[in-house]
């Protein structure tokens, strides 16, 4: 039986950052169910004592104490939590103080610096646009202009990771399905043939594709394992004979495909 613990991500603004941080450590540890609660914007002496109301609580419910991911940037508020009953992990301290001592100069303890929306938030936000126009294959004028032309079967994973390239790196990314019309012409789509150095394939386990697809249309020939593994086959060959790279994602998240493809690819974030 696995232990359960309660995490909480405490910021002053969204939580994104110390979400990704904490998951990733959390997620080195299989034997334990972990129940994350997120608490944004605590950035008021009121705000972290009612954090601090809640974290004890939870320790008194469960009779264990807390792990709490911390990236609080203003001392007296930080000062606070630090009063709660848990485990503090204040991940900002770990690496500003030592920054501090080696760069010779205080940092600015401002809130919300990894959040700024910077000099590429409107090249970032074209991205999204770009990748909302141009998925599933749904508009094709401009498809040249793609950083990155996503291809593979129905939903194995080509939308969400178009759209994290673009709001995450900028990358204008569009995604293209190979449906059976194209495995019985033995040939790309039209509108794909002249950006062939611009493709990359995304392929899964048929089994994987069939339980993502049963979620969506259940006990239906497009969720079937068959289907599924007949669909993959010729999609992966129909890539290889127009030289497509294929990365198999098959066991990997949105966010490792998306690094894995900038990678191999060499687009610059």
Sequence with gaps: MSQKRTAFFVSDRTGLTVEKLGRSLLSQFEGIEFARITLPFVDSAEKAREAVQRINQTAQTNGQRPIVFSTLIVPE????????????????????????????????????????????????????NYALNHDDGGVTRDLGKADIILVGVSRCGKSPTSLYLALQFGISAANYPLVPEDFEKHALPEALKPLTGKLYGLTIQPERLSQI??????????????????????????????????????????????????HLTGLKR
């Excluded at 630090?82 to 501090?100: R, W």
């Excluded at 993959?232 to 990365?247: G, K, S, T, V």
């Design 77 to 128: 508020i930080h000062d606070i939590i630090e009063e709660c009953d848990a485990l503090i992990l204040d991940l900002f301290e770990s690496f500003i103080v030592p920054l501090e001592n080696e760069l010779g100069v205080p940092s600015s303890h401002a809130i919300g610096r990894s959040h700024q929306t910077g000099m590429y938030y409107n090249e970032r936000m074209d991205a999204v």
């Design 213 to 262: 697809r049963a979620e969506r249309m259940p006990n239906s020939r497009y969720a079937s394992l068959e289907n599924c593994r007949k669909e993959i086959l010729q999609a992966e060959d129909l890539m290889q004979q127009a030289r497509i790279p294929i990365l198999d994602v098959t066991t990997i998240s949105v966010e490792e495909i998306a690094t894995t493809l900038l």
